[in-house]
């Protein structure tokens, strides 16, 4: 039985990367993939490629630097702190969820005078705050673009002449964005890039070693890295090479534009049903819904268990809903193909028939 995966995370990625991949583990060059030197002239050649298809897919200009680093997004909250600090060592964070809070907590313990402008907590992180003040007496602005625990994503980004940060872990790639209107985006690749392993970051090349920072190890600074051509020291290899299999086959079929009408129409589909089918309701706001991370809950919870059989046995997996939330969680990362919506919808709509 084909298995659908919801999972929220490793993403899953098109089964020719998979394949591509899954080859180069055995001969890449001669050598396997994972024992290939990082210093040789081949894989010199895919961390180069891989910076620039970045470029390609998200029209990026040459006044930033596309750098591929290790820690995940957790690590990129302390790096994003550090490297953007300037003068008044303050900065404005918009919390939505758990991990624009782990962004707001590593920048305190940095030095961080933070002020939280907009927070959606006052009802469980449901929705995204919209009549807010943006700071002026700040270094930079940051918040997180999706939020994958709770559901909810931004649909325009904070206006600010300050310079903008974003945590653009679980969406970016999913549809076009203007990568002007940032000073510093970073992302973990497991969600719509790669596998786990490397962290994306795309930053003006203006902004680097402009820190004020007393405190600055060399791997933090993203200047250390930029001068480095992202080879300071042993990048992901395995990862950085399967995010640029997955760049090259995201481009060829159609790029961002394309993924994005991708997403919205298995957004559509799955969000229609559970707002027609009298046992599931959506638990964010219907203006903030994420197209990425789609959250529902049963009217009645005693039908729990004969509903999780359901899904199951429908060969779906990691549909189970984070414990901050309850109820559903369906991740619809860009290579969830729409097929396997339309399953989960055939199961939900038979459930209710048989519950009428």
């Not at 080859?23 to 180069?48: C, T």
């Not at 729990?304 to 309850?326: C, M, P, T, Y």
Request: aromatic letters at 10%; proline letters at 4%; charged letters at 20%.
């Amino acid at each position: 039985m084909k298995k659908h995966n919801f999972g929220a995370g490793p993403c899953i990625l098109p089964q020719e990367v998979f394949k591509q991949a899954a080859a180069a583990v055995l001969d890449f060059n001669g050598l396997s993939i994972l024992e290939v030197s990082h210093r040789s002239k081949d894989y010199e050649a895919v961390m180069q490629e891989a910076r620039d298809l970045v470029k390609k897919a998200l029209n990026i200009s040459d006044d930033y630097e596309v750098l591929y680093l290790q820690g995940g997004a957790t690590l990129g909250f302390t790096i994003a702190a550090l490297n953007m600090m300037r003068d008044t060592k303050k900065a404005g964070y918009i919390n939505t969820g758990t991990w624009a809070s782990g962004a707001i907590k590593e920048a305190k313990k940095v030095g961080i005078d933070v002020n939280v402008f907009a927070s959606s907590e006052d009802k469980n992180f449901s929705y995204i705050p919209k009549d807010y003040t943006v700071p002026t007496d700040v270094d930079y602005i940051h918040f997180t673009s999706n939020n994958t625990i709770f559901g909810t994503q931004f649909k325009s980004i904070p206006k600010t002449d300050l310079p903008l940060v974003c945590d653009m872990s679980s969406d970016i790639f999913s549809k076009e964005i203007n990568v002007n209107d940032f000073d510093l985006i970073y992302a973990g690749a497991q969600k719509n890039l790669g596998p786990a392993g490397a962290t994306l970051y795309i930053v003006k090349k203006s902004l680097l070693g402009k820190s004020t920072s007393p405190f600055m190890p060399t791997y933090l600074d993203l200047k250390a890295h930029a001068d480095k051509d992202s080879m300071y020291n042993t990048p992901p290899v395995f990862s950085v090479y399967v995010a640029m299999l997955n760049l090259k086959d995201l481009l060829a079929n159609g790029g961002v534009p394309a993924m994005a009408k991708r997403n919205q129409a298995k957004a559509a589909l799955l969000y229609n049903e559970i707002d027609a089918n009298p046992l599931f309701k959506g638990s964010a706001a219907v203006e903030d819904r994420s197209e990425m991370n789609v959250n529902f809950l049963l009217t009645n919870e005693a039908l729990k268990d004969e509903f999780d059989a359901a899904w199951k046995a429908a060969g779906i997996i990691g549909l189970n809903g984070h414990r901050s939330v309850g109820g559903y969680r369906a991740s619809m990362y860009n290579a969830l193909e729409i097929e396997s919506v339309q399953v989960l919808v055939d199961v939900m709509r038979s459930f209710a028939q048989k519950h009428a």
